[in-house]
């Protein structure tokens, strides 16, 4: 598996990169925002927020622009609301300074799993979900979503979704109507010993609303979790 460390600071990224290639990664390390844009795209991005040309934020959301890489912010930024920032650009995890090498080995090797597409080139989807029919239409035709090439389109327009984002709206679409917990979002789109805050859930809930152009398309049922609106 190939690593991408973006990390400028030397006396945290020699040993993290030294670590990680005795528990068998291949790594490579880089000191910039533009030097990671630059790079070859590895499996996964272990991505510092407190770089010296640009914010990892904005590396975070161009990396996203261009790749469904798994990244993962490892930052000293620990406010819920950098937290919320950051998976709402894209990132997959988010891991606060300092951590534990295990713990990170562990996050690493979780969010592979829960983001693996399958080798023989068919299209990715979350554990166990959305096997549906392969376009579904909503809001009387004007969002469709194919899970066959995972696109979503409305009023016949293209719309971009994240990699959880799409995982996330099939998910919902496999039971139209039926209310699927927190817990069972979290354990199926994300993983099910998931670490991060499940703040994430929300976030990537509000961006699919704005995305879809209807924010009633996608319902809250307080306390217990979400469903999608059968009558639209």
């Known amino acids: 598996m190939r690593l991408l460390v973006v990390e400028d600071d030397d006396a945290i990224a020699e040993p993290l990169v030294d670590g990680l290639r005795r528990e068998g990664f291949e790594v490579a390390r880089v000191a910039t925002g533009a030097a990671a844009l630059e790079?070859?795209?590895?499996?996964?991005?272990?991505?510092?927020?407190?770089?010296?040309?640009?914010?990892?934020?904005?590396?975070?959301?161009?990396?996203?622009?261009?790749?469904?890489?798994?990244?993962?912010?490892?930052?000293?930024?620990?406010?819920?609301?950098?937290?919320?920032?950051?998976?709402?650009?894209?990132?997959?995890?988010?891991v606060v300074k300092p951590f534990g090498f295990r713990e990170l080995v562990?996050?690493?090797?979780?969010?592979?799993?829960?983001?693996?597409?399958?080798?023989?080139?068919?299209?990715?989807?979350?554990?166990?979900?959305?096997?549906?029919?392969?376009?579904?239409?909503?809001?009387?035709?004007?969002?469709?979503?194919?899970?066959?090439?995972?696109?979503?389109?409305?009023?016949?327009?293209?719309?971009?979704?994240?990699?959880?984002?799409?995982?996330?709206?099939?998910?919902?679409?496999s039971d139209p109507g039926a209310t699927l917990t927190r817990d069972e979002i979290l354990r199926t789109v994300w993983d099910e010993h998931w670490y991060g805050p499940t703040k994430t859930l929300d976030v990537h809930v509000a961006s699919l609303r704005k995305k879809l152009g209807d924010p009633t398309l996608i319902e809250t049922v307080r306390g217990v979790g979400f469903r999608v609106r059968t009558d639209a």
Do not use: M
């Open 39 to 94: 790079a070859e795209i590895p499996d996964v991005v272990l991505l510092d927020l407190g770089l010296p040309d640009l914010d990892g934020n904005e590396v975070c959301r161009r990396l996203r622009a261009t790749s469904d890489v798994p990244i993962i912010v490892i930052t000293a930024r620990s406010e819920e609301i950098d937290r919320v920032i950051g998976l709402e650009l894209g990132a997959d995890d988010y």
């Open 106 to 173: 562990a996050r690493i090797r979780a969010v592979t799993r829960r983001t693996q597409r399958p080798g023989d080139g068919a299209a990715p989807g979350p554990t166990g979900a959305a096997s549906a029919a392969a376009a579904v239409a909503l809001a009387g035709g004007r969002v469709e979503v194919d899970t066959r090439t995972r696109k979503v389109r409305v009023d016949g327009a293209e719309v971009p979704l994240t990699r959880k984002e799409f995982d996330l709206l099939a998910l919902l679409l």
